[in-house]
């Protein structure tokens, strides 16, 4: 029992000596917002470039964790590790195509918990990984629209007919057509039915997934014209950790599925500085759907009830590194913006070293529900917003595949090394990677051979074997 726990029993007791029923006290409702690549690229983490106005008003008012990490850098896995409680080891899920249920068939999903025990229990968009949603973790739910289905410009349409049928379409689109045109407007124009058709006798888990800013880059004109060429402003770190294997980069691949993009070699600094653009532009169409989902939760007079999150599934690299999109062990993938909004509870932002499969233990003791029978791998980070420097755990988790290779990443509060491995034989070591983030913050130096770093590599390695096995 957590000191949260603690402090809504005892105002439980206070209500029964007192003659009030405690049993009248609501439950809180939950609005679970999910957005898709996310990095931390938001005013309220220190972004000078985007403009993300409604994000940055919630987390005013709300818990911003500064040091928050996926548990895998790429969509599914991240999903599947948070929305089951469990490590990506445990899930055994690395891919974007394997269904929740076909590894770990049993398991009770953090929505399928909430409706368990009563809640009204709805997703829209991207919550699981679209096409392999899980039905039985809601009364409802609906996972489209897909992020490639609503080009709107003909010029881009058009390249369906004519491009290579293994590659997608344009990677941006800037068309002078209303929010509900693309897929965020879409998914929220679904969530704000779902908002007017809940019962109110009951409470609700509401999963929104928002798509953007993930590729291809689609948003409304007016979203592009809040920027003039916004890359002149960003000081990228362009070279990949002197001392890093080779494989280590993931060399833009998803990227270069779309058209128009070079299959090899650099991406052209035009191209680069449109695609800067367009993830900009993407966040801020992103960030006026959340906008319009908030405005709806306050004249729906139900934000006072309502515990809110918003996450991002993973980080994101934007020529960082010499480098595009996702699928590193690095700080650009691994960290990820995390806001709660608990309406009890008082806001402001720690630097506590903190993991998404956090979230699941921590929306139980949120809302007062019991844990599931079955094994959690986070910890409730509910005691952080009682004192918000204090540390719940010593280190954050990263797991991802690299061809016959398994990478297993370990960050503290001042390293992190990462444990390359065969996949057939997790005792073969094939290479290992250590930062000191106090000597060098941007990640450009492999120090795991240095003597002077034997003892911390040993000790994170023993830390490394201890939690997660390998
Ligand atoms: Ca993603």
Known sequence: MTAYTKFYCIISLVMLMTGCNPKSTPNLNVLFIIVDDLRPELGCYGSTIVKSPHIDKLAHESLVFDRAYCQAPICSPSRMSFLSGLRPNETTIHDNNTPLRQTIADIITLPQHFKNHGYQARAFGKVFHQGIGDSLSWDFYDDGP???SVYQLYENTEINDVKD???RGRPYEAAEVADDYYTDGIILNRALDALDSFDTDRPFFLAIGFLKPHLPFLAPKKYWDLYDNPRANYSRYDE???GAPHFAMNNAGELRNYYGVPEEGQIPEALGDTLFHGYMACISYMDAQIGKLLAKLEEL??????????VGDHGYKLGD???WCKDTHYEFDTRVPLIIHHPHMTSGRTSSLVEL???YPTLTDATSLPDPEQKMSGKSLMQIFEN????VKSAAYSQRPRGILMGFSIRTD???LVKWVHQSDYSTVDFIELYDYHEDPVESLNVADSASYLSVREAMLQQLKAEIGV
């Open 388 to 391: 918000n420097s204090l540390s």
């Open 146 to 148: 897909k992020h490639r």
């Open 240 to 242: 990949p950790p002197i």
């Open 414 to 416: 001042r390293f992190r």
């Open 301 to 310: 007079h139900i934000k006072e009830n309502t515990v809110i999150v918003l």
């Open 165 to 167: 049928g293994s590659k």
């Open 321 to 323: 590194f010499n480098d």
């Open 357 to 359: 499969v956090d979230l």
